[in-house]
């Protein structure tokens, strides 16, 4: 008896992990990853401890510097160690490797020699912990590593990145500020690109595959992941906003400090490291952060997937300001989720899961948001913010109006240690910790807060990327087939060539048939059907996605086709 019970034991876990479905459901356990930490992915001019200022008064000793710098690159040599040393004065350039942790599941494992990416940009406002004014902002964040370990127990190769800090917000005008912060946000795009570089080089040692790239950024990194989507010309440095009014230039120079892809620039090394692979992704993730301009957003851009907290003071949901955490002081005006999903939807950019139907309860609760008018953290008539009807990819997330603005939540999914060095350090008037003053926008902290919402997160995410990048097992995303009419029903040939076929094998009959764009328009539809099965023409219709939807009795059913 004691044998039976064993085999029944084995075979029910069989079962058991069959059901799970890799990249939607953790498939590995924590013994399962390997996690190889401080990978360096590039080295480059630190603006956070180089002396700019002397930098730009006096050219000659930066060129020489630079020709120090340049020479040991590119004849693979080591760069001189004083300019690695902030506290060493003999130069004004300084250097940093710029490193990244890479988690995956163990190669002796994992059967699969071709994993997609995911690439976690952390938050910080592009300064480090404490000087942000908080105890996070970086590569190794409590966030950032439970995120990673889950996407590596998916199967995802998962990366944290660092990038280069460095700006002034405590400049005395607009100006300087927004064009630090500017100059801060181009350098980390830059960054990112030479990392997608980077691992598209050592594509075969991480067992990954470089076509399947998706982008996640957190807070500041939210910024940098929608902008590298969307920022491809030159010309769109140089909108009104982004315009300097004392020299009537764009703030970002790429004469200066390089090209959009990271590559020329008098102040830029990525040129002498240039390893030739493309900066293509497939995929971003926005948690929190904001998009900087809406004009950058065209047809064509990869998908977009947003998690935003409607009431986010610093990065604002709808159209607004950019406002420094620790000053309080406006940089830039913005547009969040609220308007840019809107467009990115009506350009079809998300056409391969835009008004899904899924059937998880966390597309229904994002969902059930849209169209509804809340409470908003500014006095009135600015008290009320519409979520908009059509912004599907967006889980706007609700959290209770704060009593004042600057304490009404951004990013909940956030904890650290409360007791750690950079969390009790003072960084505020009367004594203020960094602890103290993050606690004041989460009041509420700690891992089980933190690890709930990660866990909304990952149910959001995780059956977009997989239709977004055609993953293995992307079929089976959607509405659950377990009853005995959904069973029945089929829809084919799939993909339409020149017709498209509707039958359900069942006494009960289809009342009515409807095929809508991925967008939302009705192009074909059929009532008073009454018959088990339904011919479609596929006419003049253009290729592309469509939902079919199908009346059965009172319930609807919906299927997704591609027209060839």
């Known amino acids: 008896m004691k044998k039976v019970l064993l085999s029944f034991a084995v075979i029910l876990a069989s079962i058991s992990a069959n059901a799970q479905l890799r990249y939607h459901d953790e498939v590995y356990t924590d013994a399962d990853i390997n996690i190889t930490s401080d990978v360096v992915y590039g080295t480059n001019i630190d603006y956070l401890t180089s002396d700019i200022d002397s930098i730009m008064k006096d050219l000659a000793t930066a060129n020489a510097e630079l020709t120090v710098l340049v020479d040991s690159l590119t004849n693979s040599n080591p760069i001189p160690p004083e300019y690695y040393n902030p506290a060493d004065p003999s130069t004004l350039i300084k250097v940093t490797e710029i490193k990244m942790d890479i ?205 935003h907290c409607v009431r986010d003071p610093f990065a604002p949901f709808d159209n607004g300001i950019v406002i420094v955490p620790t000053t309080q002081q406006n940089v830039v005006e913005v547009q969040g989720a609220n308007i840019f999903m809107a467009k990115a939807n009506a350009l079809g950019n998300n056409a391969a899961y835009y008004n899904f139907p899924f059937a998880d309860p966390y597309t229904a609760r994002a969902r059930s948001l849209y169209g509804q008018t809340v409470s908003y953290i500014y006095p009135a008539p600015d008290d009320q913010i519409t979520i908009d009807a059509n912004i599907d990819g967006v889980f706007p997330i609700m959290r209770p109006l704060g009593t004042q603005i600057l304490t009404n939540e951004a990013s909940p999914w956030e904890w650290w240690d409360p007791m750690s060095a950079v969390a009790q350090t003072v960084v505020g008037a009367g004594g203020v910790t960094a602890h103290q003053a993050a606690l004041a926008s989460n009041p509420d902290m700690s891992a089980t807060k933190g690890r709930t919402y990660i866990d909304t997160i990952q149910g959001y995410i995780h059956p977009r990327i997989m239709l977004a990048l055609q993953l293995p097992g992307y079929q089976q995303i959607g509405v659950s087939e377990n009853n005995t009419i959904e069973t029945n029903l089929s829809v084919y040939p799939n993909p339409v060539a020149s017709q498209l076929t509707v039958k359900l094998d069942a006494e009960t009959k289809i009342s009515s048939v409807q095929l809508v764009t991925i967008t939302g328009q009705v192009v074909y539809s059929q009532d008073n059907i009454d018959a088990n099965e339904v011919t479609i023409d596929r006419g003049n219709l253009s290729s592309g996605l469509y939902l079919v939807n199908i009346k059965v009795d009172d319930k609807v059913i919906t299927r997704k086709v591609s027209i060839q």
């Open 103 to 307: 988690y995956e599941p163990d190669q002796a494992t994992d059967t699969s020699s071709s994993r997609p990416v995911i690439m976690f940009i952390h938050t910080g406002n592009f300064l480090p912990p404490p000087f942000n004014g908080s105890p996070v902002g970086t590569k190794t964040d409590s966030t950032a590593v439970e995120l990673c370990k889950q996407w590596a127990k998916r199967g995802y190769v998962a990366v944290s990145m660092d990038y280069r800090y460095g700006w002034n917000p405590l400049g005395s005008s607009l100006a300087e500020r927004r064009g630090t912060l500017l100059n801060a946000v181009y350098r980390a795009i830059q960054d990112t690109k030479h990392a997608v570089r980077f691992l598209k080089e050592n594509a075969s040692t991480y067992e990954l595959n470089p076509n399947k790239i998706v982008l996640y950024g957190q807070g500041s990194g939210g910024y940098v992941s929608l902008a590298y989507a969307t920022l491809d010309k030159v010309a769109e440095m140089s909108i009104p906003k982004f315009i300097n009014p004392l020299n009537s230039s764009s703030y970002i120079d790429p004469a200066l400090v390089g090209g959009i892809d990271g590559i020329g620039g008098q102040l830029n090394l990525y040129t002498y490291d240039n390893n030739g692979q493309n900066t293509d992704i497939s995929m971003v993730i926005n948690a929190g952060g904001s998009l900087a301009d809406t004009s950058w957003l065209e047809a064509g851009d990869v998908p977009m997937v947003s998690l």
